[in-house]
C-alpha cells in the first residue's frame, strides 16, 4: 500500500502565490479526479508535487509513504514511484524516446533494490514494444527523438506509455485528455485503466472536462479554484459539475 | 527495432572501457633514440633532416620555411597565442630507430601505451589499416595486404618521400604552400610523421585507414605532415585520433593535411581531437577537389587548451561536392577557435556547413567561416548552420561568419542559433528519474547527436561516452 500526502500546501511563483493550502490524500489503487477551470491551480498541484524547480513551496508538505519529498529533486521522487504525465510534453533533440527511457527505468530499479537488474537493450526493446502496443502506437516513435514532430495526439499517448514502462506506484496525469480526438481519447483511457488494474497505482487525474471521466470511473472528485480544493465528493460530484458549471460551486464554498 | 548482435556486443564493451577513456592521460617513461635540444634555429632543421637522411630539395623547403617562420607574425585574430614559449619546446622526438610493420616488434613501452589506449584492437576489428606516431615519430604502420596489391599506398609520410619520390614531390605542399600562414610554415620546416595515402584510379578502400598520435614528453612540438591523393573514382575514409598526457607546461601540436580528391573521386577526413588541456592545437586542413568529385571533414574537437584550425575545401571542377561537419567541445580554460572554409571556383559546385558547438564552465567556442563564390562559378548551392549550445551562463559562444558572394545565380542559405539547456527539458527528464548530471548529459549528447552518428559507430559510442564523462565531471584528468 503506497500512500501521498499533500498537506496545507502552499506555492508560488515569480511571488504569486498560486496553490492556497492544498489537502489531498492519494492510496494505492484509489483514482482521483480534480476539476478546475483554466488558472485554478491544478496544473501547478502536479508540477509542485514533482517538484518542478519553478514553483517555491511557501508552506506545507508532501509525503510519500510517510517519508517527506517536498524538499527533494523531481528525479529523486521519480526514483520513489512517482510519475507526471504532462499537459504539454517538451521536445529534445537526439535524445530517442528508446534510450532516454530506458535509463530511466535502469536509474528507478537501482534506487528502488541497488541489487536490481540491469536491463540490457534487447530486454528493453520488448517491454517498450508491448506498452506501445498497448497504446496503439506507431513503433518507429520509439526511435525518434522525444516528442519531437510528434502530433498532439503522439504526445498524450506517448506520456501515458512512459507510464506503462516505469510503473510508478503513484501517478499524476495532467490533462492527459487535451487535445484528444475521441478514439484517441478511448484507447488512452483504456490504457489508463488497464494500467491501474495491473499496478494497483493511485492516480491523480486532473481535468478540464467531465469528458475522460466517462471512461475512467473516479472514486473521488475534487473541485479546484483560485489554489484550493472547494468541494470533495464522488463521481457524482463530476455529473452536477458538467450540468451547472463551475460558477455555481464557486460562489458557494463547501 | 531490433538491436544487431553486434551493436549489442559493442554497446557491452564500450560500457567496459570507462576506464580507458579516463586514462587517456598516463605518462610513458621512455627513452628516446634522439631529443633535440629547447628551442629552434636552422642547425635543428639540418639535423631532423640528416638524421631522416633526406634529399637535397627537402632540407632546402624546410630552411626556406623556416624563414617564413620567423618572419610571419603570430595571427592577431582568433585565440590568444601570447603564452607560447617556442624558445621551451622540443621540435624533434625520435622514439626508435625504424618505423615497424609488425606490432611485436614495436618498443615494450610504446606498445604498452597504445594497448592502453586500444589502438591494435581497433586494427582488427573495423579498419583496412592503421598508424601509430609517437611523439615525431610514427613507430607503426599496416596495411591490408590485399589493399596493397591493388596498388594503395598507406605509409608514413617519410617512408613515402623515400619509397615514391616522384608522386611525392608531385603533391607536397601543393595544396598547402609553405607561405600559406606562420604555423603552416613553422609545420614545413620541422615536419616529421604523418601518413601518406595514394588510391590509385577506381580503387575503393571500403574500411577505414586511421592513425593515433601521441604527445608523450613535455614541452613538445608534434608536426605531422599528412597527404592524401584520391585518384579518379576512388574512394578512401582516413580517421585520426590523438592524445596527450597533461603537463603544467604547454605543448604544441601543428599539422598540415593536404588532400586532393580527383575526378569522381570521395574522401572523407574524421578527426576525433582530445588533446590534453596543456596543448595548443594549430592545424591548416585543405582539401583541392576536382570535377564531380567529393570530399567531407567531419571534425570533433573535444581536448586541447587552444584550437584553431579551419578546414577548407576548394570546389575546383564541375559539379565538385563538399561538406565539412564539426563539433568542438569547450569547457574550463578551453578555446575551441573552429570553423570552416569553402570556395566554389567551379559551376555548379556544391556545400554544406554544419558546426555544432558545446561551451561549458566558462569554456569559448569560436565559429569562424568563409564562404566564396567566385564569379563566373555559375549556379552552386551552398548552405551554412552553425549552432551552439551553452550549458551554463558562464560559457561563451561567438559567430563570425563571412561570405564573399561575386555570382548572382548562387544560392547561399545561412543560419545561426545559440541556445540554452532549458528548465523544462531538465524537468522533463528528471520527472523520469534521471539525475541533473544524467540529463544535462543526455541533452548535450542529442545537441551533438546529427554530428555524431556519422562516425563509424565505435567512434560514435567513444564519442558519446567521453561527452558523458566531461559533463557529469567523473573524470580525472
Not at chain 1, 509542485?48 to 509525503?63: A, D, L, W
Not at chain 2, 599528412?226 to 579518379?232: K, V
Amino acid at each position: 500500500m503506497d500512500t501521498l500526502e499533500i498537506i496545507a500546501l502552499r506555492a508560488e511563483t515569480n511571488k504569486t502565490e498560486i496553490l492556497k493550502g492544498i489537502n489531498l490524500k492519494i492510496r494505492s489503487g484509489e483514482i482521483h479526479a480534480i476539476m478546475g477551470k483554466n488558472g485554478s491551480g491544478k496544473s501547478t498541484l502536479c508540477n509542485v508535487v514533482m517538484g518542478h524547480p519553478k514553483y517555491k513551496i511557501t508552506e506545507g508538505k508532501i509525503k510519500l509513504n510517510g517519508k517527506k519529498i517536498e524538499k527533494l529533486p523531481a528525479n529523486k521522487r521519480a526514483n520513489l514511484g512517482l510519475f507526471l504525465a504532462f499537459q504539454n510534453p517538451t521536445e529534445i533533440q537526439g535524445v530517442t524516446l528508446n534510450n532516454f527511457l530506458r535509463l530511466a527505468k535502469n536509474t528507478n530499479a537501482k534506487a528502488q533494490n541497488k541489487k536490481a537488474k540491469h536491463i540490457s537493450p534487447s530486454e528493453f526493446l520488448q517491454t517498450i514494444s508491448q506498452s506501445m502496443d498497448l497504446l496503439e502506437m506507431d513503433k518507429k516513435l520509439a526511435g525518434r527523438s522525444v516528442n519531437e514532430g510528434f502530433s498532439g495526439g503522439e504526445k498524450k499517448r506517448a506520456e501515458i506509455m512512459q507510464m506503462a514502462v516505469l510503473k510508478p506506484r503513484i501517478a499524476l496525469l495532467d490533462e492527459i485528455d487535451s487535445g484528444l480526438d475521441i478514439d484517441a481519447l478511448k484507447t488512452v483511457a483504456k490504457a489508463i485503466k488497464r494500467l491501474h488494474k495491473q499496478t494497483k497505482c493511485g492516480i491523480l487525474l486532473i481535468t478540464h472536462y467531465q469528458r475522460i471521466l466517462n471512461y475512467i470511473t473516479p472514486d473521488f472528485v475534487h473541485i479546484i479554484s483560485n489554489g484550493k480544493i472547494i468541494k470533495s465528493g464522488d463521481k457524482k460530484l463530476a455529473q452536477k459539475l458538467e450540468k451547472h458549471g463551475y460558477e455555481k460551486f464557486v460562489k458557494e464554498p463547501a | 527495432m531490433k538491436i544487431p548482435k553486434r551493436t549489442r556486443k559493442i554497446l557491452e564493451k564500450i560500457s567496459n572501457q570507462k576506464n580507458l577513456l579516463r586514462k587517456l592521460g598516463f605518462r610513458t617513461d621512455t627513452k628516446p633514440v634522439y631529443k633535440s635540444p629547447q628551442g629552434l634555429n636552422t642547425n635543428i632543421i639540418e639535423e631532423i633532416s640528416r638524421q631522416k637522411a633526406e634529399p637535397e630539395w627537402m632540407l632546402t623547403l624546410r630552411k626556406k620555411a623556416l624563414e617564413i617562420f620567423f618572419k610571419k607574425p603570430l595571427p592577431l585574430w582568433g585565440g590568444d597565442l601570447s603564452k607560447i614559449n617556442f624558445d621551451t619546446l622540443h621540435y624533434y622526438i625520435k622514439p626508435q630507430d625504424k618505423i615497424k610493420t609488425k606490432w611485436e616488434n614495436v618498443p615494450k613501452k610504446i606498445k604498452e601505451t597504445f594497448d592502453k589506449l586500444g589502438i591494435p584492437q581497433a586494427e582488427r576489428k573495423f579498419l583496412a589499416g592503421t598508424g601509430a606516431q609517437f611523439e615525431s615519430e610514427m613507430i607503426y604502420h599496416s596495411l591490408q595486404k590485399e589493399l596493397k596489391g591493388k596498388g594503395v599506398i598507406f605509409e608514413s609520410t617519410d617512408t613515402a618521400l623515400k619509397k615514391y619520390p616522384k608522386i611525392f614531390a608531385e603533391y607536397f605542399g601543393k595544396v598547402v604552400p609553405v607561405t600559406d600562414n606562420k604555423f603552416a610554415a613553422l609545420n614545413s620546416a620541422v615536419w616529421s610523421g604523418g601518413s601518406f595515402i595514394y588510391v590509385p584510379k577506381n580503387t575503393h578502400v571500403n574500411l577505414p585507414l586511421q592513425t593515433y598520435f601521441r604527445i608523450n614528453a613535455e614541452r613538445m612540438g608534434q608536426f605531422e605532415r599528412t597527404l592524401i591523393i584520391a585518384d579518379e573514382g576512388s574512394s578512401v575514409h582516413y580517421i585520426e585520433g590523438c592524445s596527450a598526457p597533461i603537463y603544467s607546461t604547454d605543448s604544441l601540436h601543428a599539422a598540415v593535411v593536404e588532400i586532393i580528391v580527383k575526378k569522381n573521386a570521395r574522401v572523407q577526413y574524421t578527426t576525433i581531437q582530445n588533446w590534453s588541456s596543456n596543448v595548443y592545437n594549430l592545424v591548416t586542413k585543405r582539401a583541392f577537389v576536382y570535377e564531380n568529385a567529393e570530399m567531407l571533414w567531419l571534425d570533433c574537437n573535444i581536448g586541447s587548451r587552444l584550437t584553431m584550425k579551419y578546414p577548407a575545401i576548394f570546389l575546383l571542377g564541375e559539379n565538385a561536392k563538399g561538406e565539412i561537419q564539426s563539433l568542438a567541445f569547450a569547457k574550463e580554460n578551453q578555446h575551441q577557435d573552429t570553423g570552416a572554409k569553402i570556395f566554389h571556383s567551379s559551376s555548379n559546385t556544391s556545400s554544406k556547413i554544419v558546426a555544432k558547438s558545446i561551451s561549458k564552465n566558462n569554456g569559448r567556442n569560436s565559429y569562424r567561416g568563409l564562404l566564396k563564390v567566385s564569379k563566373g562559378a555559375k549556379n552552386t548551392v551552398s548552405h551554412v548552420s552553425c549552432n551552439a549550445l551553452l550549458v551554463d551562463e558562464n560559457s561563451r559562444s561567438d559567430t563570425y561568419p563571412t561570405m564573399k558572394v561575386e555570382e548572382e545565380s548562387a544560392t547561399v542559405a545561412h543560419e545561426a542559433t545559440v541556445s540554452k539547456i532549458s528548465e523544462e527539458q531538465l524537468f522533463y527528464l528528471m520527472s523520469r528519474g534521471l539525475s541533473e548530471d544524467e540529463a544535462v548529459s543526455m541533452i548535450v549528447n542529442g545537441f551533438a547527436t546529427q554530428i555524431i552518428k556519422q562516425l563509424p559507430m565505435e567512434y560514435a559510442l567513444e564519442l558519446n561516452r567521453l561527452i558523458e564523462l566531461e559533463m557529469t565531471g567523473r573524470h580525472e584528468r
